[in-house]
């Protein structure tokens, strides 16, 4: 039997011995169960001295208990954990129906004098230690509220402390759990800066000399240690607050703040505070998990101000009880500012670079996955993923390829995947999938598309293995300026160069991102390009011209306002890693300092007949075609731009599958003819 078992019958078995002898009928079993217990108490002692880590002595060193309170916890673990006792207990209080612990049957077994019953009623009072730490609960059912009646019980998390087992008190297990963390700091990804800090804050809490909570009760002033971490979701918070717990030896206990929020308010004051027991009683540390969702200063017009929050019951609780207690959060700034001030460590923890990022990739991989030998972690890190964004990559691609080999490009695209934009209107986010074949270009535009496709595939080498990142500063990403008539495939080149890429399009909503309100708009830009940075999409402004236009010499209010916005997007443009693709019929009207920072001009020129035929050929489908069709002679007599071939190869399509299911030169000739007609365009009859 573990010694901590050992030692918890012995005790049981003394408090049967004493409830025995105060009530046997025959006055020799009564005086040789009093004979027996000093034999049991021996043992007990023996048992602690030579096991240290028993919980009953961190219980004494922690609470700072006296001999009486350490009995009456005993008795109260006593009643629930063995039926015999209870059976005693009520028999003692000549009550069938009390088989829980009193303060009076407390004084009456483990004082000897009625001065000394007196003294020790007031250590189970709502304000004694055994109480104000929660280690002992006032029953509910049946209560009397007469002091010395008082039903009274061990709390779950005590039992199952003393039992050796390390569980969550089962009422709190739907918003929190109990973690014994092993990861040290050194197995955390994290940058140097970052490690170097919290490596600070370990040393220093691991030498925290707590007071007992009977002297914190007894001081005043602030007696626990209030610390806050905070950061964009996954970039490990909670991992490296449990690695600092590791590294102190303590466990931790995790409450989930979303949890909390959805609760009514009691409720959650309930939760927290049976948290904050177990935490004290157990010498856990406390984790509050999302805090921002529920630590929000109160409205204005709040009955009772901080006071009755969550984050008032936190700062009462940290002012009253020793107890290390960790806040985790994205925005800092939406915790109560009373309670942020009240915290002794605050920390913004920042998304990993691409050292850490590397580090996170080879560390997460299962060693069970086999890798392709074109896995490339050095790319993969260029992506700003977070920690767990990390994990779920990998749990995609080991998914997606079930028992074989993970290639790079299953994991890269399974890395994309992670990314999900917080857009709303202002921009639309697409997945791609066009083949470099769809876009049917002269050969001199094509080959810089080509370019541009194969510059971005190498940029992240140039930047950083070249070491080009430390000599250019800025214009470090791809800009291109597509400009041509329209329907001449500007806007499908962005597509097909997002699809080569692997990469979401991120398409602005000119319309949506242009505000009447002033300082809206530089809002919606800095999102947009925020949004995007953070999945190395190609980011396209279509018809840029409404956004890019030239600045005007400040005539109105109006025009100072316009020009700014155009100073920012230029900035926006110049530092953003990825690609941006402008495109315009109106190249003339574009800012002067927006051509500076192009690195691709292209001109989209209008397709001449052999490219028409092209493009007609790859849009509609040969199986279809009647044998009267020359698509060269279509070519030569509709001079049409792609966008428009596209629309009169659909309609043909559509209109072949109402009649025959035959393309015919007729139909070709009646959809090219109407299309004339809607351009505004005069074509000769026959």
Not at 534 to 544: R, T
Request: proline share 4%.
């Amino acid at each position: 039997m573990q010694a901590y078992l050992l030692d918890l019958s012995e005790h049981i078995h003394v408090v049967r011995l004493l409830l025995i002898s105060k009530t046997a009928d025959d006055e020799a079993v009564a005086r040789e169960a009093i004979a027996s217990v000093p034999v049991h108490e021996k043992r007990c002692k023996r048992i602690e001295q030579a096991h240290p880590h028993c919980p009953i002595n961190h219980l004494r060193s922690r609470l700072g208990l006296t001999d009486f309170e350490e009995n009456c916890l005993w008795l109260a673990i006593a009643c629930a954990l063995d039926k015999d006792v209870a059976d005693i207990v009520s028999l003692a209080q000549h009550n069938e129906r009390k088989r829980l612990p009193t303060p009076w049957l407390c004084a009456t077994l483990f004082t000897s004098s009625r001065d000394e019953q007196l003294k020790s009623l007031s250590l189970l009072s709502d304000d004694g230690v055994l109480f104000a730490s929660g280690a002992l609960i006032h029953e509910s059912i049946g209560a009397t509220y007469e002091p010395l009646w008082r039903q009274f019980s061990a709390s779950p998390f005590l039992l199952f402390y003393m039992l050796g087992e390390e569980r969550v008190d089962g009422r709190i297990a739907n918003v929190a759990r109990l973690v014994r963390p092993s990861k040290t700091l050194e197995q955390v990804a994290l940058s140097p800066g970052d490690f170097l800090e919290l490596r600070s804050v370990a040393s220093r809490l691991a030498q925290a000399n707590l007071p007992t909570l009977k002297s914190a009760f007894a001081q005043n002033g602030s007696q626990g240690f209030g610390l806050l971490l905070s950061g964009e979701p996954g970039v490990g918070k909670t991992t490296a607050v449990r690695a600092i717990a590791s590294e102190c030896g303590a466990n931790l206990l995790e409450v989930d703040g979303h949890s909390l929020s959805s609760m009514p308010f009691d409720e959650a004051c309930f939760a927290l505070k049976v948290a904050f027991s177990q935490a004290i009683v157990t010498g856990a540390w406390l984790l509050i998990d999302h805090c921002d969702s529920i630590l929000a200063d109160p409205p204005l017009d709040h009955p009772f101000g901080e006071h009755q929050t969550l984050a008032g019951l936190i700062m009462k609780e940290l002012d009253r009880c020793p107890v290390i207690v960790w806040l985790t959060c994205e925005n800092p700034e939406r915790i109560s500012r009373a309670l942020r001030e009240r915290l002794v460590f605050r920390y913004f923890l920042k998304r990993p670079d691409k050292n850490v990022s590397k580090f996170i990739w080879q560390f997460n991989m299962p060693q069970e996955v086999e890798l392709d030998i074109d896995v490339n972690f050095q790319i993969l890190s260029s992506l700003p993923l977070s920690g767990r964004g990390v994990q779920n990559a990998i749990r995609l691609a080991t998914i997606t390829n079930g028992s074989g080999t993970v290639g790079h490009k299953s994991l890269y695209e399974s890395a994309l995947k992670q990314f999900v934009p917080d857009l709303s209107l202002v921009a639309r986010q697409q997945w791609v999938r066009r083949s470099r074949d769809d876009l049917i270009l002269p050969d001199s535009v094509s080959r810089i598309i080509d370019e541009v496709i194969e510059t971005e595939r190498v940029r992240e080498q140039v930047l950083g293995g070249w070491g080009m990142q430390g000599r250019i500063e800025k214009g470090l990403g791809i800009v291109c300026l597509f400009d041509g008539d329209p329907g001449t495939g500007k806007t499908l080149a962005a597509e097909v160069i997002a699809s080569e890429l692997g990469v979401p399009l991120f398409t602005v909503s000119v319309a949506n991102v242009v505000s009447k309100w002033i300082g809206e708009t530089e809002k919606n830009l800095q999102k947009v390009f925020d949004e995007a940075r953070k999945g190395k999409c190609v980011l396209l402004f279509d018809e840029a011209d409404a956004l890019f236009a030239k600045r005007a010499e400040v005539v109105r209010a109006t025009d100072r306002y316009a020009n700014m916005e155009v100073s920012l997007l230029l900035q926006l443009v110049e530092n953003y890693s990825g690609v941006v693709i402008l495109t315009t019929n109106l190249k003339d009207a574009l800012d002067p300092a927006l051509m500076r920072r192009i690195t691709y001009k292209v001109n989209f020129p209008f397709p001449d007949a052999q490219t028409r035929c092209a493009i007609w050929k790859r849009l509609l489908p040969a199986e279809r075609l009647g044998k009267d069709v020359d698509l060269m002679e279509v070519a030569k007599k509709f001079e049409l731009s792609g966008g428009s071939i596209r629309t009169c190869a659909l309609r043909a399509c559509y209109k072949a599958a109402r009649t025959s299911g035959v393309i015919t030169s007729e139909i070709l000739k009646e959809v090219c003819e109407h299309e004339y007609k809607a351009l505004g365009r005069l074509f000769r009859e026959g």
